[in-house]
């Protein structure tokens, strides 16, 4: 069964630094998405991607954040300057259509010192 | 807003009793309700959705909009159904997934 995949699946970066997240998507889905889950804390919505444009996102996806279909297959979120708050499991999802339901990735957990 | 309410954090059953995991949910407009289940050092997995109206290992989950609730039923527990379950919410159509904080569910042998 296809499967999202999430690279690397641990991440340790200083604070201030830049980070980039990887996401490998079901190839034939249109819909994408990230999540992140604060150590103790619910799931959280940042962004949707259609379209090659961003269609959705939360309060958290601020200037800092961004997400990118570079290679129509990669999925990724920069976070440009990581704060120690931005600590957190990140999962990717991805959809096949308005009627299909998300499919998660195991995640990346993102530890900033 | 959408907001969705799971009301325990843990839960702990013996094999073979019934299982409710409780889900409540606020939104004003027609939602799409989910059932995510997360196995030990596993993925998010999708278990239910209301639309589909079907069994997963055994799971059941009606949406009752009268009481704003989709709760998950099981009749009799197994010990594989230990994990963490999350209740979750989008408009219809593929939009963002609000989910409620988890229970982590324990079937005692």
């Known amino acids: 069964e296809p499967e999202v995949t999430q690279t690397p699946s641990h991440q340790v970066t200083q604070m201030g630094q830049e980070v980039i997240l990887r996401c490998v998507p079901i190839s034939n889905h249109l819909y994408f998405y990230w999540y992140r889950q604060i150590l103790g804390q619910k799931v959280e919505f940042l962004v949707s991607?259609?379209?090659?444009?961003?269609?959705?996102k939360s309060e958290i996806f601020d200037d800092q954040f961004s997400v990118e279909r570079p290679d129509g297959s990669n999925f990724t979120l920069k976070i440009r300057s990581t704060k120690l708050e931005d600590s957190a499991m990140y999962f990717c999802?991805?959809?096949?259509?308005?009627?299909?339901?998300?499919?998660f990735g195991d995640g990346t957990r993102l530890s900033i010192l | 807003a959408q907001r969705v309410t799971q009301p325990e954090k843990l839960l702990s059953v013996f094999k073979g009793a019934p299982v409710e995991l409780k889900c409540n949910y606020s939104?004003?407009?027609?939602?799409?309700l989910f059932w995510y289940v997360q196995y030990s050092r596993q993925r998010l997995q999708l278990l239910l959705r209301h639309i589909s109206r079907e069994s997963i290992k055994g799971f059941t989950a009606d949406l009752n909009k009268g009481e704003t609730s989709f709760h998950l039923k099981k009749p009799f527990a197994q010990e594989e159904d230990s994990a963490m379950y999350y209740c979750a919410l989008s408009r219809q159509g593929a939009q963002k997934l609000v989910f409620g904080q988890g229970t982590r569910l324990t079937i005692n042998p």
């Open positions: 939104y004003s407009g027609s939602p799409e």
């Open positions: 991607f259609y379209n090659n444009e961003i269609s959705e």
């Open positions: 999802a991805s959809g096949g259509s308005s009627n299909q339901p998300q499919h």
